[in-house]
T-cell receptor, first 111, second 114 residues
Framework: TQLLEQSPQFLSIQEGENLTVYCNSS?????LQWYRQEPGEGPVLLVTVVTGGEVKKLKRLTFQFGDARKDSSLHITAAQPGDTGLYLCAGVPFGNEKLTFGTGTRLTIIP | ETGVTQTPRHLVMGMTNKKSLKCEQH?????MYWYKQSAKKPLELMFVYSLEERVENNSVPSRFSPECPNSSHLFLHLHTLQPEDSALYLC?????????????FGSGTQLSVL
């Protein structure tokens, strides 16, 4: 059992559509990070959320940290081919001061 | 120059070979990391160095040997690897090595062990 479960594992949608991907856990986290990894590259940090209920926006991307700090979601509006990549969440669970990564959602945007 | 540079980008080696992966960061950071990324598994932290001292070794087999000669350079020496060690090896750096800091990753070395 993974500490951070991401869903869906794979998602393929048409350009212009909206989508939401999820990062869930039974543990409480002090913070959660979202990274995007493009093919052939390393992950790049998109955002860090630290407060329960927090919402952060990055252009067409909206990140939300759950009120109980156990889950997070990433919503993309009007997806574009440049959004294609592996989306990883990572968090630090309370009581275990190690950054833990989820298994990722592999997103493909079809032109 | 990009922030974190890894070489080589691709490596194919036999189980009896010895090879080394190199990582260099140009960000002035104090902490450097090795991660392993395998298909269908989360990123696995292998080693952490802070100010050139190893501060974490996540039960990594001894066939992987890290070296950090200074705060800008990190090596991973490989010896008698197994086919299951085939993976993308990612180097990362961060400012101070605190646990929820932003990590800056290199592009990785795609390793295939035959």
């Amino acid at each position: 059992t993974q500490l951070l479960e991401q869903s869906p594992q794979f998602l393929s949608i048409q350009e212009g559509e909206n989508l939401t991907v999820y990062c869930n856990s039974s543990s409480v986290f002090s913070s959660l990070q979202w990274y995007r990894q493009e093919p052939g590259e390393g992950p790049v940090l998109l955002v860090t959320v630290v407060t329960g209920g927090e919402v952060k926006k990055l252009k067409r991307l909206t990140f939300q940290f759950g009120d109980a700090r156990k889950d997070s979601s990433l919503h993309i509006t009007a997806a574009q081919p440049g959004d294609t990549g592996l989306y990883l969440c990572a968090g630090v669970p309370f009581g275990n001061e190690k950054l833990t990564f989820g298994t990722g959602t592999r997103l493909t945007i079809i032109p | 120059e990009t922030g974190v540079t890894q070489t080589p980008r691709h490596l194919v080696m036999g189980m009896t070979n010895k090879k080394s992966l190199k990582c260099e960061q140009h960000l002035g950071h104090n902490a450097m990391y090795w991660y392993k990324q395998s298909a269908k598994k989360p990123l696995e932290l292998m080693f952490v160095y802070s100010l050139e001292e190893r501060v974490e070794n996540n039960s990594v087999p001894s066939r992987f040997s890290p070296e950090c000669p200074n705060s800008s350079h990190l090596f991973l020496h490989l010896h008698t690897l197994q086919p299951e060690d085939s993976a993308l090896y990612l180097c990362a750096s961060s400012q101070d090595g605190t646990v929820n800091e932003k990590l800056f990753f290199g592009s990785g070395t795609q390793l295939s062990v035959l």
